[in-house]
Nanobody, 124 residues
């Protein structure tokens, strides 16, 4: 059983910063990637950033580069998403996900395990 638990969402103002956390517990994998996705009302789920847990490779979606930073703490099995200069269009439910294997992917369908999501609302 794999569990992903996100935290850190909330209501912020435009220009503010926020850090989301996702703790992975339960079954472990030899190699895997962790990703942060988001889904706004009426829109498809989209990647924000992903990181390979073992190799540290990172990938950011267009538009996320420069404002979002993904990082990991291997001691606590936690992945973080630091968001800065937030905009109202960043308002969404943010999900973390895990993908066993050697590669990283920007496709939500490639991720096997998902957290429950945390709401981020950015007011103008």
């Amino acid at each position: 059983q794999v569990q992903l638990v996100e935290s850190g969402g909330g209501l912020v103002q435009a220009g503010d910063s926020l850090r989301l956390s996702c703790a992975l517990s339960g079954r472990t994998f030899t190699t895997y990637a962790m990703g942060w996705f988001r889904q706004a009302p009426g829109k498809e789920r989209e990647l924000v950033a992903t990181i390979h847990w073992n190799y540290g490779r990172k990938y950011y979606a267009d538009g996320a580069q420069g404002r979002f930073t993904i990082s990991r703490d291997m001691a606590t099995n936690t992945v973080y998403l630091q968001a800065s200069s937030l905009k109202p269009e960043d308002t969404a439910v943010y999900y973390c996900a895990a993908r066993p294997g050697d590669g990283i992917s920007y496709m939500a369908n490639d991720y096997n395990y998902w957290g429950q999501g945390t709401q981020v609302t950015v007011s103008s």
